[in-house]
């Protein structure tokens, strides 16, 4: 695990990509977080979710670094090392809540 390994999932094209599908679903079908002003921030810009990419990084660096070890040449885009699972709990566990 090193910074360049954070760096280079924080670049992962599949990484982001199913970060911010996760955000979405969350935003459109979770209903507690998408009761949230960052909900509507996500929904009326979809791009906004790859503001996740850093917490989803951050949780699955040793998955991530361990693939890379492995010479996996997806490791953000396999399920088998960064899960869907994964993902979400980092998602959700970032979700910015609202200001009182």
């Given at each position: 695990?090193?910074?360049?390994?954070?760096?280079?999932?924080?670049?992962?094209?599949?990484?982001?990509?199913?970060?911010?599908?996760?955000?979405?679903?969350?935003?459109?079908?979770?209903?507690?977080?998408?009761?949230?002003?960052y909900?509507?921030?996500?929904?009326?810009?979809?791009?906004e979710?790859?503001?996740?990419?850093?917490?989803?990084?951050?949780?699955?660096?040793?998955?991530?670094a361990?693939?890379?070890?492995?010479?996996?040449?997806?490791?953000?885009?396999?399920?088998?090392?960064?899960t869907?699972?994964?993902?979400?709990?980092?998602?959700?566990?970032?979700?910015?809540?609202?200001?009182?």
């Amino acid at each position: 695990m090193s910074f360049n390994t954070l760096s280079t999932a924080s670049r992962d094209t599949a990484i982001i990509d199913r970060t911010i599908a996760a955000t979405q679903q969350q935003a459109y079908n979770n209903p507690e977080l998408g009761d949230t002003a960052y909900a509507a921030t996500v929904i009326a810009n979809p791009a906004e979710g790859v503001r996740m990419v850093w917490p989803v990084a951050l949780a699955t660096e040793a998955e991530y670094a361990s693939a890379l070890a492995a010479n996996n040449p997806n490791p953000g885009g396999d399920e088998s090392v960064i899960t869907d699972g994964m993902i979400l709990s980092a998602v959700q566990a970032n979700w910015p809540p609202d200001t009182p």
